[in-house]
């Protein structure tokens, strides 16, 4: 399913950002060799180019880490970014999602606006207390080489898709309509117990769905 949103997702999106970007700086704090977990990290803005950065780092832990969770290599991506190239993230979602990576954000750090797309895909999703996690509508704020019809009806498609993709990924329909309530120049930050209200913090259900089913097979074993 995401495969094929995916290449939605990139045909609606030329010459639409979410916001202003510069480099997100993708970099690996920890390779997993020692048995913890293996770390990338995602910080500051997020611009075109991050996607195979970080294609490129997921695959290089997911070969050293050592330690595996629920039959998958243990990777977490921390992250502290106030937003930015929305292709970008959700494509990084995506990875995410599919190698079944753990997302982070520590105390005191942020994960704001196209962020949030990164941090929700993790198969379990920790924001902490005191991280700063927020939303607002996607703003189209550039367009090349079109009429005004063209990027409105890519925008619309935007936002259908990123509907489409919070309810994938578990998170409540609530999350997206306070998304769309809050204007493109505001933000809507969210407290602890919103963001465990809303499924912004969590297991995704792929995740717990694996868990059981693994559950299910060790318990056979043993009978």
């Not at 292709?87 to 606006?113: D, F, N």
């Not at 090349?144 to 990924?169: H, I, S, T, V, W």
Request: charged share 20%; with cysteine; aromatic share 8%.
């Amino acid at each position: 399913m995401f495969r094929r949103l995916g290449s939605a997702l990139l045909g609606l999106m030329t010459g639409l950002l979410i916001s202003s970007a510069a480099s997100a700086g993708v970099s690996i704090l920890n390779d997993g060799v020692d048995g913890t977990s293996a770390k990338i990290r995602i910080q500051s803005a997020i611009e075109r180019g991050d996607l195979a950065a970080f294609e490129q780092a997921i695959d290089l832990v997911s070969r050293t880490a050592k330690t595996r969770i629920n039959g998958v290599p243990f990777i977490t991506v921390e992250l502290d970014s106030p937003g930015g190239d929305v292709v970008e993230a959700v494509g990084i979602g995506r990875v995410i999602y599919q190698h079944s990576a753990m997302t982070l954000v520590r105390p005191g750090q942020e994960c704001v606006s196209a962020c949030v797309f990164i941090l929700i895909a993790g198969a379990v999703h920790t924001p902490t207390d005191s991280a700063s996690i927020g939303l607002h509508r996607p703003l189209l704020v550039s367009w090349r080489n079109m009429d005004y019809a063209m990027p409105r009806a890519k925008y619309d498609g935007l936002l259908r898709y990123l509907r489409q993709y919070f309810l994938e990924l578990g998170v409540s329909e609530a999350a997206y309509d306070t998304m769309m309530r809050t204007d493109s120049y505001g933000m809507r930050y969210f407290s602890p117990g919103e963001l465990d209200q809303l499924r912004l913090r969590g297991e995704s259900p792929e995740w717990k769905a694996r868990y059981a089913a693994q559950r299910v097979a060790a318990n056979r074993t043993i009978a």
